[in-house]
């Protein structure tokens, strides 16, 4: 792959903070080295001694003093090593990528550790998109994702989509208005990224069939397209065994995806990550270092020793947990959407991730019976509009997430909703 033709200018230009290089060879050096290089403050200043945390499972997280000053300290910009080594295994054990044993400049699958999956995203959307560019997506989609891309000054270009996520006739038929041919002349308009959220879509709830993405990525092939593939829901998927995902089935090396603890392990401690081909995640750290250095070191201590603590086998077992109390929430919101919005609206079942996407019958768009009726009767939804390439396109669907009400609480809100609706019609 030549990954040149993807990186922006500004990307192209980023060079390797010397300062940052200083740290990390200070850090890789032996105790007899003597540094007067790094202006890092001296960790004996600092207020804090050490900590405890309790985990749920009865262990109990400890920084001593020299862990805590450690853990307080500047850390390396693509993360601490021992928490980018356990992921690195879980994402070979899971995934198993083609890419993990090629050579760097063939794409070798690296990572680096960021601020949330919303931290990498930003940082991967600004590596690659230029203004004008022209970028494919299937919307509805995360608005999270529409605020870092829009500003960009990029086309969005809308692929079709249903429950199964999105429809590779529909990728076929937007390609078509290019030659593949044309794909490397210099200013080629063909696309060159695609964006998808291949599990429990927020805010569909869709899920992406494995022959979906097997199309899906040979299409990438004829146009070399770099896939994105944003999967903060992967492991909140109901069913086993999990689908495949794009990384699995990488051999050119055209995949980057991100990952999230946000939805398994905390979504304060904003721990994500980025996994691609070495050239572009090396871009990507290299925007690290020069706009937050690094995610926090505390932070990634504490996930860190939480995982080597569990293994792979306990960091499973504890997502098993959490699968079942997501299944649970989904029933509760699914019985509830019978008794209270059958007549009124229509949904699909999520297969994954926290949201029902709601279609109301007869309701044009969403917005106003949303942001004021529904306000007025004390029930909090998402309008459908915030998620839509054009927010002021009309957009018949609400997005209810099962994630933190009560099933008491998601019945009376349905109950709220469906009154509301039979107000308005
Ligand atoms: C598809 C997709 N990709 C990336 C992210 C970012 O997750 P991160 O790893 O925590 O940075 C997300 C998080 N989605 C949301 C976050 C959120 C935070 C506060 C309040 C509301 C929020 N709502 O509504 C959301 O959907 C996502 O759904």
Known sequence: MNYARFLTAV???RKPSPIRMLTEIQQRSPPSMISL???????????????????????????????????????????????LTWMKNLQKNLHNPPTANYSAEKGQMDMCVTTGSQEGLCKVFEMLVNPGDNVLLDAPTYSGTLAALQPLGCNLI??????????????K??????????????????????????????????SMTTQRKREVYELARQYDLLI?????????????????????????????????????????????????????????????????????????????????????????NHIDGVIEFYRTQRDAMLSSADKWLKDVAEWHSPAAGMFLWIKVKGVADTQ????????????????GGVFMINSSDPC??????????????????????????????
């Open 158 to 171: 809308n692929v079709p989509s249903d429950q199964h996520g999105m429809i590779p006739g529909g990728l």
């Open 37 to 83: 290089a790094a202006g890092a403050p001296n960790p004996n200043t600092f207020p804090f001694q050490s900590c405890s945390i309790q985990v749920k499972n009865g262990d109990m997280l400890t920084f001593d003093e020299t862990m805590m000053k450690r853990a307080l300290q500047y850390s390396s910009s693509s993360g601490i090593p021992e928490l």
């Open 228 to 316: 994105i593939e944003d999967d903060p829901y992967y492991f909140l998927q109901f069913d086993k065994p999990w689908a495949p995902t794009f990384l699995s089935m990488d051999v050119d090396g055209r995949i980057i995806r991100t990952d999230s603890f946000s939805k398994i392990l905390s979504s304060g401690l904003r721990i994500g990550f980025v996994t691609g081909p070495k050239p572009l995640v090396d871009r990507v750290v290299l925007h690290i270092q020069a706009s937050t250095m690094h995610t926090s070191t505390f932070t990634q201590l504490m996930v860190s020793q939480l995982l080597h603590g569990w293994g792979q086998e306990g960091f499973l």
């Open 173 to 206: 038929e937007v390609l078509s208005r290019w030659d593949p041919a044309d794909v490397h002349k210099p200013h080629s308009t063909v696309p060159r990224v695609l964006y998808t959220i291949p599990n429990g879509g927020n805010p569909t709830g869709a």
């Open 368 to 383: 106003k019976l949303i942001m004021e009726k529904a306000m007025e009767k004390e029930v909090l939804l998402v309008p």
């Open 396 to 425: 018949s669907y609400v997005r209810a997430a099962f994630s933190l009400s009560t099933p008491q609480q998601i019945d009376e809100a349905f109950k709220r909703l469906s009154a509301l609706i039979k107000e308005s019609l």
């Open 11 to 13: 990307s192209a230009a």
